[in-house]
């Protein structure tokens, strides 16, 4: 292949891989614009990057074998059209139901046959001594998408509207289609679709994603007392066992297949790889705590400090920016650093910066407050990408690389689907707890307040601004001295509820050191035989 026509191919996939990351990033800054225009909550606009996520992770599997059946050049253009369908839908959606299906279902379906097309489409268009910086190019790209992603959705949704953003990404898409034909193709691969396989992996994803959403109205065990309960417990302890069930009978099934000699849809004994497999958890550490941190802080400046989106995409800039510089810089300065102490040091600063950030969120601090916080974070996160994508695709011989694709996206997928989940739920069910406690030990609420808030209140306190909060007092005819009160009550509150999903998130990140003894301490290329090591 000439360096043109590489170049080309290169800058086709790298697109695809930052329209894919972009679209996870560029809401999280304009959440509460989004939710004023539908006439929804900021739950809503959650479930609706969850559910994206979710149809994402719990898909990706299938969609990596759909394209090593179809040919993965097919899958990549068939994904294209079907994401920017979704994209068209989702700029025009009138409401959260079409929102829903436009970007929650048909993006997600569409990313799940672009993003394994694209590892796969790598491999078969570069020879291997140029294949390292064409997986660090389509790395970078995806860590550009982040760091750009809050900027285009806040300067968007301010000088204009959000939904522009989702007619960009119909543009792009359409560009990406147009060269696609230049990309060699990878050969089809003999074989069948596991149908079962399909609905067991998805339906064991989605009951245990479904159940972390619900948990904070419904209560993880013990039922909250407006919620549903089954057995005398919360729903979300059974759906969470089904889940689990549902995943072990789903990897029994392919074990099943693969010993009778049929084609199943994930090889089993790729999950006996300790590299692969310490790579993939890894992702999946890493993008569940930048989901619940992309969650989080957007909300502290958006809705506590009432920024703009554009102020808001500035000031988690730092962030952005820190991690294309990690991502991009530490393979250049060191390119044979260790994977296992590259990541370990990840891992400190992005804890180090939750736990400043945590430090030094009060009612009397300012947007600056973040910065810090979010350069450590960054760097912590950029250092985690120039070593996790190298880690799992060096793990099996390169003609696996579309099971790695479709792996490596289902955990970043599902990682990100559960951040967002149970951070968000978290943060809403630690917000109703401190905000109904207040109102009931305040000798300063009258009763009929009292028991209005408390009825109206218990499936869930609505995280809104205070701005927001004494307008809907002023209209419910709430007196000054009341409205005064419960104004000061859902300032404490807020702040109880973001230092709590953030502690959770430091937590996490300090969890994950534990795991990191599966990493190799040197990358080196994987046997044609070793895919299952």
């Known amino acids: 292949m000439s360096s043109a026509r590489s170049g080309v191919v290169l800058t086709a996939l790298a697109a695809g891989q930052f329209l894919m990351t972009l679209d996870s990033s560029v809401m999280n800054v304009s959440m509460a614009h989004v939710a004023a225009d539908l006439g929804t909550t900021i739950t809503g606009i959650q479930t609706a990057i969850t559910l994206y996520t979710l149809v994402m992770a719990s898909t990706m599997i299938t969609g990596g074998k759909l394209g090593g059946l179809l040919g993965h050049r097919r899958a990549l253009a068939g994904g294209l059209i079907v994401y920017g369908a979704g994209s068209f839908t989702t700029a025009l959606a009138p409401n959260l139901g079409v929102l829903l299906l436009g970007w929650s279902v048909l993006e997600g379906l569409g990313a799940a046959l672009i993003m394994p097309a694209i590892v796969a489409l790598v491999a078969g268009n570069f020879p291997a001594g140029k294949r390292t910086a064409a997986y660090g190019s389509i790395a970078a790209a995806g860590a550009a998408a982040v760091a750009a992603g809050p900027l285009i959705g806040g300067a968007v949704t301010t000088f204009a509207s959000w939904r522009y953003v989702f007619l ?147 000031r988690v800039l730092p962030l952005s920016a820190a991690l294309v510089l990690a991502a991009l810089g530490i393979p250049k300065a060191w390119p044979d650093a260790s994977p296992r102490r590259t990541v370990r040091a990840g891992l400190v600063l992005m804890s180090a910066g939750i736990i400043v950030l945590v430090a030094g969120l009060d009612p009397g601090a300012d947007a600056r407050v973040v910065t810090i916080p979010m350069l450590l974070l960054g760097l912590g996160l950029g250092a985690l990408s120039a070593q996790l994508g190298a880690t799992t695709v060096s793990a099996v011989p390169d003609t696996r690389s579309d099971e790695v694709g479709g792996l490596q996206n289902t955990a970043t997928g599902l990682g990100a689907s559960l951040g967002t989940a149970l951070i968000g739920s978290v943060l809403i069910g630690t917000l109703t707890t401190s905000v109904l406690a207040d109102i009931q030990n305040n000798p300063d609420i009258p009763d009929s307040v009292r028991q209005q808030a408390t009825t109206q209140l218990a499936q869930g306190v609505p995280f809104i601004s205070n701005t927001q909060l004494s307008q809907s007092l002023a209209a419910a005819g709430v007196s000054d001295a009341t409205a005064s009160t419960l104004v000061e009550i859902n300032t404490d509150a807020r702040f109880d509820a973001l230092r709590t999903a953030l502690s959770v998130t430091a937590v996490l990140s300090v969890a994950t050191l534990f795991g990191t003894g599966r990493l190799p301490r040197r990358i080196r290329a994987a046997a044609a035989d070793s895919g299952a090591a």
Do not use: C, K
């Open 168 to 314: 960009g990404e119909v543009v792009l898409v359409v560009i990406i289609l147009l060269v696609v034909r230049r990309i060699a193709p990878v050969a089809a691969e003999p074989g069948r679709l596991d149908p079962l396989g399909s609905l067991l992996s998805m339906l064991g994803l989605g009951l245990i994603v479904f159940a972390v959403l619900r948990s904070g109205e419904w209560g993880w065990v013990r039922a909250a007392p407006a919620g549903p309960h089954w057995l005398g417990l919360s729903p979300v302890i059974w759906l969470l066992l089904a889940g689990l069930a549902t995943l072990y009978g789903f990897l029994r099934w392919e074990t099943r297949r693969t010993a009778s000699g049929r084609d199943p849809l994930l090889d089993v004994a790729l999950l006996r790889n300790r590299q692969l497999t310490g790579g993939l958890g890894m992702f999946f550490a890493q993008f569940l705590v930048q989901a619940g941190v992309f969650f989080a802080v957007p909300l502290y400046l958006s809705v506590v400090l009432e920024l703009s989106a554009l102020e808001t995409g500035l």
